[in-house]
């Protein structure tokens, strides 16, 4: 018999050094899943790949605006959306951002482990 599989929402974290060219580098994931109540993000920053789009850039700052998202996923009392329920926080760090760390689309898939699909979809899509 095989494992029963459930909806779940992800987007991609993006850091984009400098917003007016509009060039990114892909540092994190979001995963959401309403039925298994789950809320997470995995990041990574490749300092390698920042330092090619902009040799300015403060990969510490940015590492920090990228911790910060994984802590709002984590504790429900962090950050402007504290005391909202996952979807409502999911939906706060999804939407659309002109700043250095930018969500990317929101999209689906099923899953039977919402946190191995985040660590899956971090290796798939960020890592090196």
């Given at each position: 018999?095989?494992?029963?599989?459930?909806?779940?929402?992800?987007?991609?974290?993006?850091?984009?050094?400098?917003?007016?060219?509009?060039?990114?580098?892909?540092?994190?994931?979001?995963?959401?899943?309403?039925?298994?109540?789950?809320?997470?993000?995995?990041?990574?920053?490749?300092?390698?790949?920042?330092?090619?789009?902009?040799?300015?850039?403060?990969?510490?700052?940015?590492?920090?605006?990228?911790?910060?998202?994984?802590?709002?996923?984590?504790?429900?009392?962090?950050?402007?959306?504290?005391?909202?329920?996952?979807?409502?926080?999911?939906?706060?760090?999804?939407?659309p951002k002109s700043t250095v760390v930018?969500?990317?689309?929101?999209?689906?898939?099923?899953?039977?482990?919402?946190?191995?699909?985040?660590?899956?979809?971090?290796?798939?899509?960020?890592?090196?």
């Amino acid at each position: 018999m095989t494992a029963r599989r459930y909806p779940f929402e992800y987007a991609v974290l993006r850091v984009v050094p400098r917003v007016e060219r509009g060039e990114a580098i892909n540092a994190g994931v979001l995963v959401y899943c309403h039925r298994l109540d789950y809320l997470g993000s995995l990041v990574h920053l490749d300092h390698d790949r920042l330092r090619a789009l902009d040799p300015s850039a403060d990969p510490e700052a940015i590492t920090s605006v990228l911790r910060s998202v994984a802590g709002v996923c984590a504790d429900p009392a962090v950050g402007p959306a504290a005391g909202q329920g996952l979807g409502q926080r999911f939906r706060w760090l999804t939407a659309p951002k002109s700043t250095v760390v930018q969500p990317g689309p929101v999209h689906t898939g099923l899953t039977t482990d919402p946190a191995a699909e985040t660590e899956r979809l971090l290796r798939l899509l960020v890592l090196p």
